[in-house]
């Protein structure tokens, strides 16, 4: 039984690096492969509670990296998680909402493993602190779109591809998600 998931995994692996042109690029999805598949599979697992779903989640997520791979050239390893665990997420709901099954972010467990140690420009720490905090807060539609926009250095187009939305619709929420931050931070005293 192991061999046959072994099996399937080195096919999947080389499928999503048949995507990929380049042999240096192609051991480096690899290593991203490895390294994120596990923990992608656990999160997709916690909000589709089935085996098959989540494995068809973590392999939605990897063919859309592989189709943006040169993105990656970009990134650090915590944005290309950050980048993968988004995806993750979001083929997970599209599938659990295929399955006509409401499913309520309240009730799905959250670890904070998979939220990444994101850096802003400035000099003061506690202001880092406290927009990381408040970008976590968001709801997940905004918080996705400040993530991949100004963390992963991701385009308008990129993150529509990435979330499923059109372009115009990342703008409303990248638009939102500033206004509601800039609320919190002047009630906060920033």
Not at 98 to 123: Q, R
């Amino acid at each position: 039984m192991a061999e046959d998931k072994t099996l399937a995994v080195t096919k999947l692996l080389i499928l999503y690096m048949s995507m990929i042109d380049n042999p240096e690029e192609k051991q480096i999805f690899e290593t991203i492969y490895n390294n994120n598949k596990d923990i992608m599979y656990h999160y997709a697992y916690q909000i589709l509670k089935d085996n098959s779903s989540a494995e068809d989640a973590v392999h939605d997520s990897f063919l859309s990296f592989a189709r943006h791979f040169e993105k990656a050239a970009n990134m650090n390893s915590q944005q290309i998680r950050s980048y993968l665990m988004i995806t993750v997420r979001n083929a997970a709901f599209k599938i659990y909402n295929k399955h006509k099954k409401e499913v309520s972010t309240e009730e799905i467990d959250t670890n904070d493993d998979f939220t990444p140690d994101l850096a802003v420009n400035s000099e003061d720490r506690d202001l880092q602190h406290k927009l990381f905090l408040m970008i976590k807060e968001l709801d997940s539609k905004y918080g996705d779109v400040i993530i991949l926009k100004y963390y992963c250095d991701m385009r308008d187009k990129d993150i529509a591809a990435a979330l499923g939305i059109t372009r115009d619709n990342v703008k409303i929420r990248l638009h939102r998600a500033k206004n509601i931050l800039k609320q919190k931070l002047k009630e906060g005293g920033y």
